[in-house]
């Protein structure tokens, strides 16, 4: 069977070679429901401004419809001379209704065709990765209440710094996701703009109206220059960078649990169903599922670099290269998705290792800062508390205690002024108590700020 849009200049079929080499029905036919969606409004409009009778366009709505429900039910075969999904979807039209059919690409070329699906399918793709990110956040929240009294050591350089809460830990993945969402929201904007109606490249000669299509499709405007339309994919890039961003900071999570879950930290246990074995080592309970979140972020940041490159010199407008954009965006909406479904279960499931935290919680010296401050309160001027503390901090050392354990005269024969009151800010739940700072990790800021996000999120 000849392609559709093989026109009257041929002289001859394709090579079979060629249409194998060239389909994207494998991958693009996930955009079906979109497409026919797009053709529906596509034929309403060209009902409304004449282009099409108001029978014709009942007779291809419903063939449409009869259509889709073909496709749900994977019933339309797959045939590689018909290319895509939007050859498909409308040879099966033109073999249904015959000439009415084949009216349904008037004032239309499958460039602003594609662009307009796929604006589709990534609203409502971005809508479900700002869910996944929703309910990841909430999972963060339940556990605020649930750890507020347990006290992490924060690290700068993977070494011992400050004591904090272990909520302003949870608070802390929540303000990145929530970032993550906003940027979501933003890009969805600029996705949300209709390319229908550009057809090819300049436009056309018939008098169809843009924000009919537009406004039944639920899009916020049209697009406003042909050429640029044709050849736009800075929608899918920005998509792709975003998705990239979620994936960096799940890493960064799953780098830091898996750490976490060492017998060196022994901070978290994971829940057992998202854990492995080993085949040879008995006792080993393995973090795949977090290694495997670490891993499958280099693949959304590299379909964005795949992105980048496949546009970085195409010369406008609409050019074949651009059929490549969609295994990337999907493998990248797929990974995110998949990604976001199982670490809400392991944020939601894990469990705090309490007494072995506690237990080396003095280790490290956490509280040094706080008595810089202290003494800095005093009236002391920095550079001089933060040496003098460094002195102190070196005899505890030696001496294999923490700062708490110093007898008072020790810490006088470094400065008479020190008196018995140093005592309540030392230790590490005292250090945590003494922060006051927006944004510290002081209960009442960390209190503060998980009911803001309780309210945010209706919780
Ligand atoms: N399969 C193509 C794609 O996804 C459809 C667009 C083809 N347009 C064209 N002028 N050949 O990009």
Known sequence: MKSPSRSGVFQS???????????????????????????????????????????????????LKEIEAELDAD?????????????????????RIGDTGRKLHTARSRNDQVSTDIRMWIRDALDEVDHG???????F???????????????????????????????????????????????????????LGVAAVAGTTLPIDRDQTAQSLNFESVTANSLDTSSDRDF??????????????????????????TVEFNFIKLPEAFCTGSSIMPQKVNPDALELTRG??????????????????????????????????????????????????????????????SRRLEEGYLDATTLMEWMMKKGMP????????????????????????????????HDQEIDASVYDCLGTENAVAAFVS????????????IEHWQERLGT
């Open 382 to 413: 920095q550079r001089r508390a933060h040496h003098l503390v460094g002195a102190i901090v070196s005899d505890a050392m030696s001496q294999g205690v923490a700062l708490k354990d110093l007898p008072l005269d020790a810490l006088q024969s």
């Open 13 to 63: 079929g394709a090579d079979t070679r060629m249409e194998a080499y060239g389909e994207s029905i494998s991958f693009d036919r996930r955009l079906y429901r979109h497409d026919i969606r797009g053709s529906i409004a596509h034929a309403e409009m060209l009902a409304t401004v004449g282009l099409l009778s108001t029978d014709e366009y009942k007779l291809i709505r419903d063939s």
């Open 296 to 357: 499958k972020s280099a693949r959304v940041m590299g379909n964005l670099q795949t992105l980048m490159l496949l546009v970085k010199n195409l010369p406008m407008a609409y050019n074949r290269d651009l059929q490549e954009d969609k295994p990337p965006l999907f493998d990248s909406f797929d990974t995110i998705l998949a990604m976001l479904s199982i670490a809400e279960p392991i944020v939601a499931g894990s469990k705090l290792q309490r007494e072995p935290i």
């Open 236 to 261: 899918m890039l920005e998509t792709a960078f975003t998705l990239s961003l979620v994936a960096s900071h799940l890493s960064g999570w799953a780098e830091e649990w898996i750490l976490w879950t």
């Open 133 to 139: 990110l929703e309910l990841l956040q909430r999972a």
């Open 75 to 95: 019933e339309l075969p797959i045939r590689f001379e018909l290319e895509d999904i939007h050859m498909h979807i409308e040879q099966a039209l033109i073999d």
């Open 141 to 195: 929240l339940n556990r605020c209440e649930q750890d507020f009294e347990v006290i992490l050591p924060a690290y700068t350089h993977l070494q011992r710094a400050q004591p904090v809460l272990a909520p302003h830990y949870w608070l802390a993945y929540i303000e990145k996701f929530s970032r993550d969402r906003e940027r979501v929201a933003d890009c969805r904007r600029r996705v949300n703009r209709c390319s």
């Open 438 to 449: 927006y944004g510290s990790t002081a209960p009442d800021q960390v209190r503060h700020q």
